[in-house]
């Protein structure tokens, strides 16, 4: 039987990397080691599980290598493993797949510290009148990619890892004429520096 597209609910994907010594926040530990980089990265995981587990969305938790049995609850996020290729691979890959259920998607990362249930939600609104929402970070990327419908164009042929990211998938967006909403500005971390400014540590 085939399913019907759900048109009332907002799936929720978010896209982490597995906790791993030596992976985990690379460009943190290249000044601060690995140590110290993958407790600020679980410390990063657990606030974005804190902000998500009760938001009221379908939620998706797309892992980069490995699903794991962990303190993401299999009765709350639907697990899945991330697809092969860059990340406008990854994200083509799932947006693709739940735009067969889906017609408004949201997709977060785990480097926000900054981020909470109501950019999410803001978001999710947002989606009713506009094609492409969009929440970006002071270094040019974003925090935030919301979707209605599926437009695979607007995270094609990217600079990832620069600063003319959120350029970039806006302009594609609007020269699709596809209408594009902004929300609220936040940092992300990349950087040992931005954890000491940004960081959790600081709340």
């Known amino acids: 039987m085939t399913k019907t597209k759900t048109t009332d609910k907002v799936a929720l994907i978010i896209m982490i990397k597995n906790p791993v010594l030596g992976k985990a926040k690379t460009r943190i530990a290249s000044t601060a080691g690995d140590g110290e980089a993958l407790r600020i990265y679980k410390l990063l995981l657990a606030h974005t599980r804190k902000v998500t587990t009760d938001i009221i969305l379908d939620k998706y938790l797309y892992y980069s290598d490995y699903i794991e049995d962990d303190l993401w609850s299999g009765d709350v996020y639907n697990k899945r493993v991330q697809s092969e290729g860059n990340l ?24 926000c510290a900054e981020i909470r249930s109501k950019h999410i939600n803001r978001a999710a609104e947002l989606l009713f009148d506009n ?32 600063d003319r990211v959120a350029d970039q998938t806006i302009d594609k967006a609007k020269a699709k004429g596809l209408s594009v909403q902004k929300i609220e500005m936040l940092h992300d971390i990349d950087y040992h520096e931005d954890w000491l400014k940004f960081g959790l540590e600081n709340d």
């Open 88 to 111: 406008g691979q990854r994200l083509r890959d799932a947006f693709s797949n739940l735009s067969k259920n889906y017609t408004r998607m949201i997709v977060i990362g785990s480097d």
């Open 131 to 162: 094609e492409i929402v969009l929440g970006p970070v002071h270094d040019g990327g974003y925090y935030l990619l919301g979707m209605k419908g599926y437009h695979p164009e607007v995270i094609t042929n990217i600079d990832w890892s620069t």
